[in-house]
């Protein structure tokens, strides 16, 4: 008796290919709507770019003006037709103590980095951007004030350079 209770509840009924058969038209179903967001978020993404046509891609062009913004000992300032140094200017009105360090940072919003990252004719790329110059002594920040970065890349040289202007020149 007990051996006949137990076939009863492990039967198997054999409904169970018309529910396999919902399952793989519902996995096939979302395969296809992802491919399809994916192709769409990939045309419509704002950084995507031409690099054969501009010789870097606008993401790495964007990233290496960030850094070059962050090197303050190479980053220089455009002055009446010269260039200076952002840290000798910054030492003529007050020279720096030992352990101070310059930062100029980017204050655009990434929506808006991309959106002022333009094309130059015959390849290339250019961004001009606010940057923030400040002196970090200890815990202590200086705002010195904010300067536009100009931020260009060459297609025929492969190279980036950055440089902050005053204003008015």
Not at 54 to 66: D, L, Q, T
Not at 104 to 115: F, M, Q, S, T, Y
Request: charged share 20%.
């Amino acid at each position: 008796m007990l051996r006949g209770d137990m076939s009863e509840h492990t039967k198997t009924t054999g409904h169970g290919g018309a529910g396999r058969a919902l399952l793989w038209v519902a996995i096939l179903l979302s395969v296809t709507l992802l491919g399809f967001v994916t192709a769409t978020a990939v045309r419509n993404n704002p950084i995507y770019s031409d690099r054969d046509a501009n010789g870097i891609s606008k993401y790495k062009f964007i990233e290496a003006c960030k850094e070059l913004s962050h090197d303050t000992e190479e980053l220089t300032v455009g002055a009446a037709g010269q260039s200076i140094p952002l840290k000798t200017l910054i030492e003529q009105s007050a020279p720096l103590k030992a352990g101070d360090s310059i930062h100029a940072d980017l204050e655009a919003e990434p929506v808006e980095i991309v959106e002022a990252t333009q094309t130059i004719e015959g390849g290339g790329w250019s961004l001009t951007a606010p940057a923030t110059v400040s002196v970090h002594s200890g815990g202590r920040v200086n705002t010195l004030g904010q300067l536009p970065l100009q931020c260009t890349h060459d297609r025929e040289t492969g190279k980036t350079t950055a440089q902050l202007s005053l204003p008015g020149q």
